[in-house]
């Protein structure tokens, strides 16, 4: 009678192993491999934290203080710059950009107009209501100083897709092209 519980104890043990490896932080190394953007969990696991690692050094700093559920990067070809993607919640994502020199990072403000409710139509605008849905991500950097990101909602019934390209230079962001995607 001991020997099919402990068989089960064992079985059980052995299935959820690999569901735990699923929930382990993620590391997005650079590209040049001298830095990389990880995720610590905080809150009972269900919260995380976006921190910028310095690889030689082992310096680190916390980019993203927390708040989200999950995390993201994306790096420029040249490991200068990096996107990192926050879903906060089932219905709410943001981007940030940073801009990586000498080892140290900072944030690099994004250009203003490019929430996607700013391209809704009249329609939309008019009626009386709140956003289900509003995100933005970075989806891959172009080249080395530019970025496509998609900014996107649903309101009273309507979706929208705004895509964007920035360029970056000497740590402003600008606005070089934009282009819809209407969900039909």
């Known amino acids: 009678m001991r020997a099919p ?3 089960g104890i064992y079985l059980l043990m052995a299935s959820a192993a690999p569901a735990l490896r699923n929930n382990e932080p993620e590391t997005w190394p650079s590209p040049n491999g001298k830095y990389a ?9 269900k919260l995380v934290r976006g921190i910028f690692v ?8 916390v980019i993203y203080p927390g708040g989200a559920r999950t995390l993201s990067a994306v790096w420029s070809p040249d490991s200068h710059y990096t996107a990192l ?3 906060r919640t089932k219905y709410r994502g943001e981007t940030k950009l940073f801009r990586i020199e000498h080892g140290k990072i900072s944030e690099i403000a994004l250009p203003p107009k490019m929430d996607a409710a700013y391209y809704l139509s009249a329609a939309a605008k008019a009626r009386i209501g709140h956003f289900s849905f509003e995100s933005m991500r970075a ?15 649903e309101y009273a019934g309507e979706d929208v897709s705004q895509y964007f390209v920035l360029e970056i230079s000497r740590g402003e962001a ?3 092209r ?5 969900g039909a």
Request: charged share 20%.
């Open 178 to 182: 934009t282009y819809a995607d209407n």
């Open 54 to 61: 310095h690889t030689v050094t082992d310096r680190t700093a």
């Open 174 to 176: 600008t606005i070089i």
């Open 37 to 45: 953007i990880k995720e610590t969990f905080y809150g009972e696991g």
């Open 139 to 153: 989806l891959r950097w172009l080249n080395a100083n530019q970025v496509e990101i998609v900014s996107e909602t």
């Open 5 to 7: 519980s402990i068989i």
């Open 85 to 87: 993607n926050a879903n």
